[in-house]
């Protein structure tokens, strides 16, 4: 049995689970970078039967699952994965079990964003890197609107951290109703209103058709000059070009972003040069408790399908 752990940035699978468990004639291998295009990756993956993948760092869509013989289970990190089609797999035969997640991780981040914004950290430590002093002035967050795209479990934490400091809660979404919306004390209001009223706004929507590019040039023109826009739910849902062009041209005071089109994210992007803009590895999740979950319970997937007996099976 041929079994490779996929992505593994930060050299820390062996460190975080007991790969030692494996039976004494199993085969395994780790990747510490990202392989490459469909192609580089079917090359490299044909030979095994297991893959063990890291959210969404690496794509296994239909086209690769079809390319890869030998694969019979693929483990993914959390109980869903939207880089990983699911039904291709099944019709495969290839088995997709999932882990636990603790589920806070990425709410964490999104609040670190927003303080970082208000008070314009990032560029306060640089000014004291290079010999400065204050460079800027923050805002409060006290009095200023929170905007949730999105409530669901990831929304309705932001919504709670907002509200401990003191922050008021608006809230739309495609499915939201107000009675969803007044359980976490957060205002209904129309998507225009959401995105005019907002002084931080947070992207919280999960990556679906229906929400790709949703956040684009015609959105960000209704936010405030001195608003912030925050995405740490996935790339794509955001139109980084309108971004870009709104920053560069002073339309909103200023964005964070921890989630790309493509990842890891290329030294050229243009992103990487935009004004006003606080950009993270996509470490929503990447956090010691996280990891303290999703190795050991990806090995225990492993085993028990080895066992016959698949644990933690997602279905399409």
């Not at 709104?246 to 964005?255: K, M, P, V």
């Amino acid at each position: 049995m041929k079994i490779v752990i996929l992505d593994d940035y930060l050299h820390i699978a062996d460190k975080f689970a007991d790969w030692g468990q494996l039976p004494s004639d199993a085969e395994l291998k780790v990747f510490h970078e990202p392989i490459g295009d469909e192609s580089a990756m079917a090359e490299t993956l044909s030979p095994f039967d297991v893959i063990c993948a890291m959210r969404e760092r690496s794509r296994i869509g239909a086209g690769l699952i079809e390319r890869l013989p030998n694969l019979k289970l693929i483990v993914t990190t959390g109980m869903g994965n939207a880089s990983i089609d699911i039904a291709a797999a099944k019709a495969r035969g290839v088995v997709v079990s999932g882990t636990p997640t603790g589920g806070h991780a990425a709410a964490e981040l999104a609040f670190a964003h927003i303080m970082a914004l208000a008070r314009g950290l990032y560029g306060e430590a640089e000014s004291m890197r290079n010999g400065g002093w204050q460079a800027g002035l923050g805002r409060d967050l006290k009095g200023a609107t929170l905007g949730l795209l999105g409530l669901g479990r990831l929304g309705a934490q932001v919504a709670g951290f907002g509200q401990a400091f003191g922050m008021k809660a608006i809230a739309w979404s495609q499915n939201l109703t107000p009675e969803r919306a007044a359980e976490v004390g957060a205002e209904f209001v129309t998507k225009e209103d959401l995105f005019a009223r907002s002084d931080f706004l947070t992207v919280l929507l999960r990556l679906s058709p229906r929400t790709v590019g949703f956040v684009g040039a015609a959105e960000i023109r209704l936010m405030k000059a001195d608003a912030f826009l925050i995405n740490v739910s996935r790339g794509p849902i955001v139109d980084n070009d309108a971004l870009v062009a709104a920053l560069e041209a002073g339309g909103i005071a200023g964005a964070g972003l921890d989630v790309y089109d493509i990842e890891p994210l290329p030294v050229d992007s243009g992103l990487r040069r935009a004004p006003n803009l606080l950009l993270t590895p996509h470490i929503g999740y990447a956090t010691r408790n996280s990891f303290e979950t999703f190795y050991p319970d990806t090995l225990k997937a492993v085993l028990a399908f080895l066992d016959g007996k698949p644990i933690r099976v997602i279905e399409p």
